[in-house]
């Protein structure tokens, strides 16, 4: 008698208690043992809603209207307890902030085996086999508040795998991970499914998720399954907009198009001369009294620059820029807003230079709806009314929110989450941008059109943000900085500092399709272009 496949969906549709329109409509579905099922859609198509059904957070914790069923090695979930649920499918949010609960590495790896009641010497022994597993047993004794967002991703997955499931669901894996760790974080996964475990992936990062050879993927659109089938047939039900596909194959579909516009970048910055907005003087940092983070930073941020932040998880990047904004006083040295030394100004008056979008949308939203959380802002920098409504509308609708008004911001997708506090920033009218990874959880649409738009507001004089997304840079950035170890490594265009490849592998960077075949036409273009702006060119 062969075993059940892990993972069967039949006839599934969830509404949301807060929705007049089904969130997900009718999806089949059959993981086998060993499979890697890739989904991929639009923010917002029902891509989380799913994995909600599957592990259980559907109807127990999300009320609504739910039919059809899910069953686990065979077995129907519908009236199991969510304890037992959680051990047999194992799930990584796209957010780690809202998954980790523990004050310590090692508490929070063990959280979920303590709660099976499970004997010390075993709840240690499969801690530490899950972290080794991982490559973070040196992080055991490290708190959970101070590891980078990166670090906490392989935290939350070393928490999962401890529990021993035989489904592993993952919500944009990838979104905090450096390229290197990324590549590593699939390996991992591909090693996962070898072994047995049926794993299914929600995932923009297309093209990363093919190097693991996925055996199959799911294309979502407006909560139906628009394709299932093998990797092959994507191309064909696709929109090249709004799923980012390798390079080559975006200039093979974008060649019957028109290219895009050019792009009229910071128009605030074309008047006037490259004045110094932010300046960094032999900048030192450390969290703890031994351990410093920071290493005599010396920087300036000028009016006109699209600074992209690159580096690995961990090496100071957020750190850095949290000292641009205030929020970290330097332990050695001075940061200059304006001329303003931040240690003699307050937050709230770095904040009407400097717009600061989080890494972790749960660590701004806090309003019940969407449109009070986008005039909180202005409102407090004493903006008039009516050019808060005038700013609230005009930032909803850069970052496509529009009909999202009135929903409360933490009931929305990650993607959405980010969106809104992108937005929140926008309707600040700062004069500086500043984003920490801007893209996470965000299609290839969304996050074209709200950096296209963002580029072209008056009111930005100079933006700076940090990614792992190397595209994003390849795309956006007129200048490049590459931090390691808490130092500035490199710091120059896009091209110069992009095409020293050893480089990259030093510091982490992996080049993507769209930087190689840039590379390899530059002497025609003169300058990095998106894939859609290449394919006229070549």
């Not at 690159?310 to 006083?329: D, R």
Request: hydrophobic fraction near 40%; charge should be negative; include cysteine.
């Amino acid at each position: 008698m062969t075993n059940p496949p892990p993972l069967v969906v039949e006839n599934l549709t969830f509404r949301y208690r807060s929705r007049t329109e089904p969130s997900i409509e009718n999806i089949n579905l059959t993981v086998q043992a060993g499979e890697i099922l890739l989904v991929a859609g639009a923010s917002g198509c029902g891509k989380t809603t799913l994995m909600r059904c599957i592990n259980g957070l559907i109807p127990r914790s999300y009320k609504g209207e739910l039919s059809g069923r899910v069953l686990i090695n065979g077995e129907d979930i519908a009236p199991l307890p969510l304890v037992k649920i959680s051990q047999m499918v194992g799930t990584v949010l796209q957010d780690p902030e809202r998954q980790i609960l523990g004050t310590r590495v090692l508490a929070e790896v063990a959280f979920g085996l303590e709660n099976l009641g499970l004997e010390r010497e075993e709840i240690l022994s499969r801690a530490y086999q899950a972290m080794d597993f991982l490559g973070i047993s040196d992080l055991a004794e490290r708190e959970t508040f101070n590891l980078s967002g990166g670090e906490k991703q392989k935290v939350a997955l070393a928490g999962v795998l401890a529990m021993h499931p035989s489904v592993l669901v993952l919500d944009e894996p990838l979104a905090s991970l450096d390229p290197a760790s990324a590549q590593d974080a699939l390996a991992l996964v591909r090693r996962l499914a070898d072994g047995g475990m049926a794993v299914l992936m929600v995932e923009h990062r297309v093209e990363d998720v093919l190097a693991i050879r996925p055996g199959r993927v799911m294309y979502m659109e407006n909560g139906k399954a628009r394709y299932l089938g093998a990797i092959s047939g994507l191309e064909q039900v696709v929109d090249y907009h709004e799923v980012k596909l390798p390079a080559e194959v975006i200039v093979r579909m974008a060649r019957k198009d028109p290219p895009p516009a050019e792009l009229d970048v910071l128009p605030a910055s074309k008047q006037g001369g490259r004045e110094a907005l932010v300046v960094f003087e032999d900048v030192e940092f450390g969290y703890d009294r031994d351990r410093e983070v920071l290493h005599g930073i010396n920087l300036t941020l000028n009016r006109g620059d699209v600074v992209a932040i690159l580096g690995p998880n961990g090496a100071g990047k957020t750190t850095l820029v949290k000292h641009a904004i205030g929020l970290l006083k330097p332990k050695g040295g001075r940061v200059l807003v304006e001329g303003r030394d931040t240690h003699y100004i307050s937050v709230a008056q770095v904040a009407s230079t400097l717009g600061y979008v989080f890494q972790s949308p749960s660590h701004m939203l806090f309003a019940p709806t969407v449109e009070e959380e986008l005039a909180f802002g202005p409102t407090n920098l004493g903006h008039p009314a009516d050019e808060i409504a005038l700013e609230v509308r005009e930032a909803i609708e850069i970052v496509n929110l529009v009909g999202r008004e009135k929903d409360p911001p933490l009931a929305l997708s990650f993607g959405q989450q980010k969106r809104v506090s992108i937005a929140s920033i926008l309707a600040m009218r700062s004069r500086i941008l500043v984003m920490d990874e801007p893209t996470a959880g965000q299609d290839y649409q969304n996050y074209r059109n709200f950096m296209d738009s963002i580029l072209q507001l008056p009111s930005f004089e100079a933006i700076l943000f940090i990614t792992h997304d190397i595209d994003l840079a390849v795309m956006y950035a007129n200048r490049v900085l590459i931090v390691n170890g808490g130092r500035v490594i490199c710091d120059g265009t896009p091209e110069e500092t992009l095409a020293d490849l050893p480089r990259l592998e030093q510091n982490r960077l992996v080049p993507t399709s769209l930087l190689q075949l840039n590379l390899k036409w530059l002497s025609k273009t003169g300058r990095f272009q998106r894939a859609e702006r290449l394919a006229h060119y070549i």
